[in-house]
């Protein structure tokens, strides 16, 4: 399952991603964590001190090698150079898996012990002003779009993005990549209007969107997110100690979270389980291959100097029973 926390930057997506993760690792279930926000702070939210999230390789830095083991030997893909973070997989790609190991997880993850089990983190790595623009082709998160483009997950195996809902990734389609959308609100208008922006662009492609309210204080607040949002509204989440304490560096067990707050994550795993209901692998290959010729003829044709529609495989649908291709 992919799952994506989006939201206005200091909502708590971060937090709220870290608590998630690690709700997940409590159980035993195979987590990989992504941080693609814009700062760079999910590392530290599992525990890493900074010399450890300092070191954490970024993906941004890795882009060739992750295009070079996706692209396999897919003769409609003639190049790393000619891959852009669109190009979909075909006949030929290499698909990751989330249990396995490969180069991509070799080169890009690294292993954070939690109470309970430990999961995969992997860190698109420091965003600059170029990552930011729309028609970008370093973009960093870019590699995490690839790799969820080349993924087959599993109902019980979970991928956790810790997401900036910002112009990048309406414009790649890195938000149609998701079983499960948490936008992370506090209640006030600002946090609010991400929501509606969010919605407007989620609507057309049937973006699963659930919102979480954090720092939320009382029955006003409660009162105001669902006059705001209605039943996208999943849960609320007031103030935690137990994150508090963990920002002091003081780390408590994980079974000493607020009860309201175990409450709440387990509320987002079962949204999410049940998610895998409505999994579509067909409107999946489908919103890849739209953004990939979106994409292609606003840019990427142009910086590539190809055709890049030339990358669609018609044939290949991606999901659990494609056999992998070594
Ligand atoms: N429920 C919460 N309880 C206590 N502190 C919180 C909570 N949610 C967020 N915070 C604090 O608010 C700040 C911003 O949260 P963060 O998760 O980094 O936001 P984002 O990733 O959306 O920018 C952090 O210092 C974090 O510890
Ligand atoms: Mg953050």
């Not at 814009?38 to 001190?49: E, R, V, Y």
């Not at 309201?260 to 999410?272: D, I, K, Q, S, W």
């Amino acid at each position: 399952m992919k799952i994506a926390f989006v939201g206005k930057g200091g909502s708590g997506k971060t937090t709220l991603s870290s608590l998630f993760i690690r709700h997940l690792a409590a159980v035993g279930a195979p987590v990989i964590a992504i941080d693609a926000d814009i700062n760079q702070h999910l590392g530290p939210a599992l525990g890493l001190d900074e010399a450890e999230a300092a070191a954490l390789p970024a993906m941004g830095d890795r882009l060739p090698l992750i295009k070079d083991y996706l692209r396999g030997s897919n003769p409609r893909i003639t190049s790393a150079g000619t891959m852009i973070k669109t190009t979909p997989p075909g006949e030929g790609s290499r698909l990751l898996r989330v249990r396995e190991s490969n180069p991509v997880y070799d080169a890009c993850a690294r292993t954070v012990e939690l109470d309970g089990g430990a999961v995969r983190l992997m860190v698109t790595g420091p965003f600059t002003d170029a990552d930011l623009g729309v028609a970008c082709y370093h973009s960093k998160t870019g590699a995490v779009e690839l790799c969820l483009n080349h993924l087959v997950d599993g109902p019980d195996e979970y991928v956790v993005v810790d997401m900036t809902a910002g112009s990048d990734s309406f414009a790649s389609g890195m938000f149609t990549r998701f079983d499960v959308t948490f936008l992370v609100a506090e209640p006030t208008r600002k946090g609010v209007s991400v929501y509606r922006q969010y919605k407007d662009y989620a609507r057309d492609f049937g973006v699963e969107l659930r919102v979480v309210g954090n720092k939320v204080q009382g029955q006003d607040d409660r009162d105001f997110l669902r006059a705001e949002v209605g039943d996208d509204l999943l849960v609320t989440v007031g103030h935690s100690n137990w994150v508090r304490a963990m920002e002091k560096g003081r780390p408590p067990r994980f079974d000493a979270l607020e009860d309201t707050n175990r409450h709440a994550l387990g509320l987002l795993r079962t949204v999410v389980d049940s998610a895998y209901e409505r999994r579509d692998w067909e409107r999946y290959t489908r919103q890849m291959v739209h953004f990939h010729l979106k994409n292609a003829q606003s840019w990427g044709n142009e910086r590539t100097g190809a055709d890049l529609a030339v990358q669609v495989d018609p044939g290949f649908v991606l999901g659990e029973s494609v056999t992998a291709s070594v």
